[in-house]
């Protein structure tokens, strides 16, 4: 419940929602929308996320209206919603995430098994481009690492180096070659401005 709204006069709202009238739900909207906005903000302090959840948040409460029990906390109900919404998007962003990872290492086993690259993938002109920029003790690296499928202890062995010192190394690598092709795939798609004389 908002502070400054009555729980009795937004039980009318509901009610009169669960009815289906769609006027009384933009009253519960405004008078929800900037504490759910903030409650969202707390937990994903993303931007644009913070309105795609709280409309989606409102969408859902107006489909399932009916299964609200009018004279209960809507607010709370919303933000019941919301949490369910923000746990759900922090999931598909941590499969994203594993994703990328997943295919940054396939693109490049991909360059250095094959030493070419395959259309299939938009991302591999951007990677050989970012792999000729790494200093050649890294390209060095990546290459025992995913040439010759050695593992961190045999590169380790080979390099007089300790396992942990080979795998913190090559996940730095790959974060900068995966934002190096974010950087170099974004400068793509920016639209051209000429000067104007």
């Known amino acids: 419940m908002s502070d400054d709204f009555p729980i009795a006069d937004e039980t009318k709202l509901v009610i009169r929602v669960q009815g289906g009238d769609l006027m009384a739900f933009e009253g519960l909207l405004n008078a929800h929308s900037s504490r759910l906005r903030a409650f969202v903000a707390m937990k994903l302090p993303i931007p644009h996320l913070i309105d795609e959840i709280a409309h989606e948040t409102f969408l859902f409460a107006w489909k399932h209206i009916q299964e609200f029990e009018a004279g209960t ?39 250095a098994c094959q030493g070419g690259f395959s259309p299939d993938f938009p991302e591999l002109p951007a990677l050989e481009e970012c792999l000729a920029r790494l200093p050649e003790n890294q390209r060095k690296l990546l290459e025992r690492r995913y040439r010759f499928s ?22 730095r690598i790959r974060s900068a070659l995966r934002t190096c092709i974010e950087r170099h795939l974004q400068a793509q798609h920016e639209p051209f401005h000429p000067h104007e004389s």
């Open 150 to 171: 050695e593992s961190a202890h045999e590169i380790a062995a080979a390099l007089g180096q300790s396992e942990a010192w080979v795998r913190t190394t090559l996940y």
């Open 73 to 111: 906390d809507f607010g709370k109900w919303l933000r019941a919603i919301a949490f369910n919404l923000i746990r759900k998007e922090t999931l598909r962003y941590q499969r994203s995430a594993r994703n990328q990872e997943k295919l940054l290492e396939h693109c490049i086993a991909e360059e």
